[in-house]
């Protein structure tokens, strides 16, 4: 039999071994955001009260002499109807204290994210002012949105490929005039993780989305005459209390 000492030693071992694992996937988690800001030049962040609120506020910055700093004014923006949950994005956050996105949650994700391609409704040579990719979309695409199909999380041309979900968004909406994938579930998709996640208008009767960043159409146009994609645009978005675990550390 073991004595009360050996056991107590076994204790601290596993103690300190479970410490040692957090601090290091903690530390890994830093690291990684870390390698990304010394990249990217562009940050925009997208900060709510708390993990419901369907409201948050955007804020660009741009690094300059090494540093971020804040260009323009901060933007009022819509949030899903349920607020934020942890998405699937470029890092993990190792501490999640908060719900995790679903499909059909109403939630928008919470994370660090790049921004794959600029979209719309309008002809590429009317946004030759643009710097960054853009596709224009029209009654022909469709994001799907069924979780059983080989196309879930995908915009895809129905003309092209032969219709066979169940359900989908058609991107002929006028929310939809502008609009910026955001790349939750994106480069390695997750079926039933969440879908369909963008940038675009909040319409004529501005309201919380199913899962979306929204916001009003001059702030959108000054938001896409300042992106570049050179500069390896990257968005945080959080809530406030994730966020402040962020932004004294890496100078937010």
């Not at 993990?92 to 391609?117: C, H």
Request: proline letters at 4%; hydrophobic letters at 35%.
């Amino acid at each position: 039999m073991f004595s009360n000492r050996k056991i107590n030693l076994v204790l601290l071992i596993l103690f300190l071994t479970v410490l040692s694992v957090g601090n290091t996937k903690a530390a890994s988690t830093g690291d990684s955001l870390k390698k990304l800001l010394q990249k990217s030049d562009q940050i925009i962040v997208v900060v709510s009260e708390n993990w419901d609120s369907p409201n948050a506020v955007m804020t660009c910055l741009e690094k300059k002499d090494g540093k971020y700093v804040k260009i323009g004014e901060d933007v009022n923006v819509f949030l899903g109807k349920s607020g934020l949950g942890w998405g699937r994005g470029l890092i993990e956050f190792v501490e999640k204290d908060g719900p995790i996105k679903r499909e059909g949650d109403k939630k928008a994700p919470a994370g660090v994210f790049s921004l794959p391609y600029v979209f719309g409704l309008l002809p590429p040579d009317t946004l030759n002012w643009l710097k960054y990719t853009y596709k224009q979309v029209s009654k022909i695409d469709e994001c799907v949105d069924d979780t059983t199909s080989n196309y879930y999380n995908k915009i895809v041309n129905t003309l092209e490929t032969e219709k066979s979900w169940k359900s989908s968004e058609n991107m002929e909406d006028p929310d939809y005039k502008y609009g910026i994938v955001i790349d939750h579930n994106y480069s390695v998709v997750e079926k039933g993780c969440g879908s369909c996640i963008f940038f675009h208008l909040t319409g004529t009767k501005p309201k919380p989305t199913a899962g979306c960043t929204a916001m009003d159409e001059k702030s959108f146009l000054t938001l896409l005459r300042w992106l570049d994609e050179k500069k390896k645009t990257l968005l945080i978005q959080l809530p406030k209390m994730e966020f402040d675990k962020l932004r004294s550390e890496f100078s937010l």
